[in-house]
Nanobody, 121 residues
Framework: QVQLVESGGGLVQAGGSLNLSCTAS????????MGWYRQAPGRQRELVAA???????HYADSVKGRFTIFTDNAENTVRLQMKTLKPEDTAVYYC???????????????WGRGTQVTVSS
């Protein structure tokens, strides 16, 4: 069984910063990619940032230059550093990992439970 546990988030004023962290644990063989998605009320879940094995990163246009994603591979942890936050960044942020479990032949996506980020104007 694989678990993704998120931490961080909270309430911040516009222009402020927050850091999110997510650690994957369980019978993990190898992680292919980790990332963060977000879902605001009444909207679809969207990709915020992702990092692929080897270090390649992808960002939503709306967060480029403000958010940074990085991993601590030894700890199976992905972090999202968020700066210059805007009210439109308010959402529930979900951690995602695509990985192979031990003895697995196919990789699967796993999700955290989500953490609320609220940016006040």
């Amino acid at each position: 069984q694989v678990q993704l546990v998120e931490s961080g988030g909270g309430l911040v004023q516009a222009g402020g910063s927050l850091n999110l962290s997510c650690t994957a644990s369980g019978s993990i063989l190898v992680i292919n990619a980790m990332g963060w998605y977000r879902q605001a009320p009444g909207r679809q879940r969207e990709l915020v940032a992702a990092i692929i094995v080897g270090g390649e990163t992808h960002y939503a246009d709306s967060v480029k230059g403000r958010f940074t994603i990085f991993t601590d591979n030894a700890e199976n942890t992905v972090r999202l550093q968020m700066k210059t936050l805007k009210p439109e960044d308010t959402a529930v942020y979900y951690c995602n990992a695509n990985l192979f479990v031990e003895s697995g032949l196919v990789s699967y996506d796993y999700w955290g439970r989500g953490t609320q980020v609220t940016v006040s104007s």
